[in-house]
């Protein structure tokens, strides 16, 4: 393969991961998993602006996705002198479509963005954000949603007919690693996905 084709080849993995990120709806995920496949791809290290700002970019992120401590406007403001670093400054087209990719996607969801420096995702997606748990109203206790558990993170008995004094169904949130595989089997709707508002970090600005 010559090295026209090698470079083809990359292009079209650069478009891939944008159409495998856009199947993401939060935005902060969608960003996250394109600078993370970039890095691991197409990203060549030779040229300053694009590898050592999509290294920062994908650590800025995680903070945001994660809430870590100590996330706060200035990481929206550097990601945002990222972007801009990598359109002016990088080397090829690869990192200047990196970089327009993170400053397209902070400018339409900007909002979004903000909503998660308060703790919140309101797709539902960044999953150290969110809880599922059981609707005691809803849940009739028929136990499909503890057999598909593999992580013992639901707590429960199945009720059989004649028999009361059951107590209702609930999930461990230590244990639950929020996999979605109950919600896909419960017949009747009972299980939520609810956002863990977080306290909101104070603001270093
Ligand atoms: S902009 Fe191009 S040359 Fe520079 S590190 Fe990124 S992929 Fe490599
Ligand atoms: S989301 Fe996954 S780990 Fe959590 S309770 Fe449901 S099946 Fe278990
Ligand atoms: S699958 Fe749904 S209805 Fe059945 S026990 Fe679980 S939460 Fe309750």
Redesign the pocket.
């Known amino acids: 393969m010559n090295e026209e084709t090698l470079a083809e080849e990359?292009e079209r993995k650069l478009e891939d991961i944008k159409k495998e990120a856009e199947e993401r709806a939060c935005p902060v995920q969608r960003s996250l998993y394109f600078v993370e496949e970039?890095l691991a791809g197409?990203?060549?290290?030779?040229?300053?602006?694009?590898?050592l700002g999509?290294y920062e970019a994908k650590l800025r992120l995680i903070s945001i996705a994660q809430h870590l401590e100590g996330v706060n406007e200035k990481d929206l403001d550097a990601l945002k002198r990222i972007a801009s670093q990598?359109i002016v400054g990088?080397?090829?087209?690869?990192?200047?479509n990196?970089g327009k990719f993170i400053m397209d996607i902070l400018t339409s969801s900007m909002d979004e963005f903000q909503q998660h420096l308060s703790g919140i995702c309101p797709k539902k997606e960044c999953i150290s954000l969110i809880e599922y748990v059981i609707n005691p109203d809803l849940c009739i206790m028929c136990g499909k949603c503890l057999e598909v558990c593999k992580y013992g993170a639901i707590i429960g008995e199945p009720k059989k007919p004649y028999l009361s004094g059951y107590s209702p169904f609930e999930i461990r949130q230590k244990r639950c690693t929020k996999c979605g595989e109950c919600i896909k089997v419960c017949p009747v709707g009972a299980i939520e996905v609810i956002t863990t508002q977080i306290e909101e970090p104070v603001s270093s600005k």
Not at 42 to 51: A, E, V
């Open positions: 990359k970039f197409p990203m060549c290290g030779k040229c300053y602006p694009c590898s999509t990598m990088s080397y090829c087209i690869k990192g200047r990196t």
